[in-house]
């Protein structure tokens, strides 16, 4: 009998360090998936220099090549992103006329046992790119 406990035991234990394992693999993916979704976005805004429509159609179109998941997340007041993709982007001054975009992105996971999704938000700052005009 206390063969049978002692492999039980094992058993949970190599069960829950292969749970642990997966979940931390998963959370590195997810996590290098958002980076890479900021850097794109950072180069778009930092290439067209500023937040312009030109910008946005090349990240939206970025996006869409990067297979970015909407998660339907909403940005707060004084932001600027896009609608058709939970991103959000928020201009913040600093010294001599320049202006630095903070982005923001969301990793996604999905838990299907309890069937809830948990957005956990990734955050970056572009250059700073000189403002010639207000």
Known sequence: M???VGFSVTINIIAIFIV????FL??????YKAYKVNNA???SIEK???FNNLAKKEISN???SL???NSGKKCSQGNLNDTNYSYCVYAETTSNNKIKYKLVTYMNFNIPIINQTFNIPVKTYTKPIYQFSK
């Open 2 to 4: 206390k063969q049978g």
């Open 20 to 23: 642990v394992t997966f979940a």
């Open 26 to 31: 998963v959370a590195s993916l997810n996590y």
């Open 41 to 43: 976005i950072s180069d």
């Open 48 to 50: 067209y220099e500023g």
């Open 62 to 64: 970025k996006l869409i």
């Open 67 to 69: 297979g970015y998941v």
